[in-house]
């Protein structure tokens, strides 16, 4: 073994993309800088593995891209370095100015699910208790939106109840709307550990690598999950095999009951393209009488105009089933980034922080005596979505925008709207780890930040694990810490007296955990991020009062929801109808996803490493059915034009028939993508519905 190889120590940190949560082993040399890693074996959540993501984990921080030094945009537009003192006057006598001329609605931030839970609130409490303003989302808008609503509608917490122990003891695992080979690959090597020899079903119109691993796959047509959902309630209820103990824990069940009169296989055969044999076949695999049976869904269901009613679909199917608060059971969301869990507890982006929600004065009451912040600081109007952030840029009533650790000139949908947003805004400022970024490029102020690997702080993964990660390289140039830039804004802005407390991630992590005290997410029973680690990671609820011994667990294991009535609600409307559908000039039904385990979100750090980009085409490629191709006398990479109502882009044909005839698919690591991508959303949520709009495809 080469020397430079040889480590002279280890140290665990959680990994810092997917939500999984893999532990990996960090190899340090003498100085304590990470020269390589390894994924740690121990740990209950990867067990030994990682995707490719992790293993080049460390790949990005070397990027030449890396933002070294805060820049400034001058008169003559360009960018140019200056340092932090410069930096931070810029970004107060902006902000302010506007806030005084337009008040305190008039600045938002726009943050992520990517950085530690420490780093989110700060970025929360400092902007609404601190500065003084109200308006703030996080990408995690796009991604889980949707999940976090279902349950707390549903639960009266936002409470994924299971653990990732549940998919090697269920006998049916449905994954709906999931693509778990390659979007979370680890957790799809839990599912093969399974020795029950378990059903696998897929419900997905494309034909997705786990589809075609499983046993079943429901080809069912795009967005008729919610109306095949319905049907198989519709069956299971018509046919007795319902749990009674199970509906005694509920409340809605009559009104229900008498809402799937309407959904009987044959009346939404149409609308899923699917038979009624097909349906009813379903219907009793997934009640079948002893077996254990377990939903999940990630970003098929969550980025949909209705997809907090698919996603309580599934609650109600395993309330109504009886297969919830056992093992092997649950209606379960996987979530997409590292941290989004944590940003659904802690981002106070949501109008909450710790569990608390601004809108409860009681709530409010507690966070202020909690952080030590006077009363009067916490807003009890609720934050603007972000969707309506940005439509309030686009109207000119959002003048400023500070946008961390996200890239929304490239995610956000109908992305061709943001640049006649960026023409309306006054100031943008940009923190973020690379100056490259489409949204960097945008910026006014860029505030290099540091990355992954560079600080220390908490992510929450799916199954509700708090996990911790090391500082192991220094930031380059003068990059700091998320962390010590909310410090250095706090000073700069004159409200640092406020977080006197705050002075470190540790110290912050024990602020937040005091303020879980008697919520459902209390983790009062952590002492430390030293205890975390000693656990193998910590699955919230963690009460000093009633430390869990057990942390392979699920949540409702006592038939007690979060309800005041402590019963879970059954949840439904009638499915909507699309928000664009297919029409003689707009002909292909457009479906986006992932594409790839080896690239995440829009690149901007899985691109920056040689490994990961050979394993992924650079360029964008769209998949098309053999019978459309032939049709279209289309080739194997030949250029095509995609075009919708609202844009277009180029892409080489790949034909393959993983998606039906008439239907397309465009991986979304592209930044083009989301030219076409139609700007509507869940009523309940606001996540936007990225899965299915109307385009035209001709030959280049
Ligand atoms: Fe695990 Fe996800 Fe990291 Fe891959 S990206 S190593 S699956 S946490």
Redesign the pocket.
Known sequence: VPKRLIPASTVTSI?G??A???QLKLHLDEHGRAINLTPQAGYPV?LGM??P??WQALDPLDSPDRATTPLLRNEAGEKVPVGWAEAMEAFVTRFKDIKEKHGRESVAFLSTGQIPFEEMAFLGCLFKFGMGFIHGDANTRQCMATAATAYKQSFGFDAPPYSYADFEESDVIVLVGSNLCIA???LWQRVMRNQRNPKIIVIDPRATETAQAATQHVNLKPKGDLALLYALAHCIVRDGRTDAESIRRTEGYDDFVAFLLDYSPAAVSDRTGLSVEEIEALARTVSEPGKRVSWWWTMGVNQSYEGVRAAQAMINLALITGNIGKPGTGANSITGQCNAMGSRLFSNTTSMVGGHEFAYEDHREKVATGLGIPLENIPSDSSLAYDQILAAAEEGKIKGLWIVATNPFHSWIDSGRLAAMREKLEFIVVQDMFHTTESALAADLVLPSAAWGEKDGCFINSERRIGTLKKVREAPGVALSDFRIFRLIARAWGCDELFGQWTDPEAAFRLLRDLTKDRPCDITGLEGYEMIDRLGGAQWPYPAANPPVDQERRLFEDGNYYTPSGKAKLLFSPPAELPENTDSAYPFMLLTGRGTSSQWHTQSRTAKSDILRKLYPQDAYIEIHPADAARLRLKENDMVTVRSRRGEMQASVYIAPTVQPGQLFLPMHYPEVNRLTHSSFDPHSRQPNYKACAVALAKS
Do not use: E, Q
Request: charge should be positive.
């Open positions: 990994c993309y997917c999984t949560g893999c990867n990682a995707c993501k992790g979370h690959p680890i």
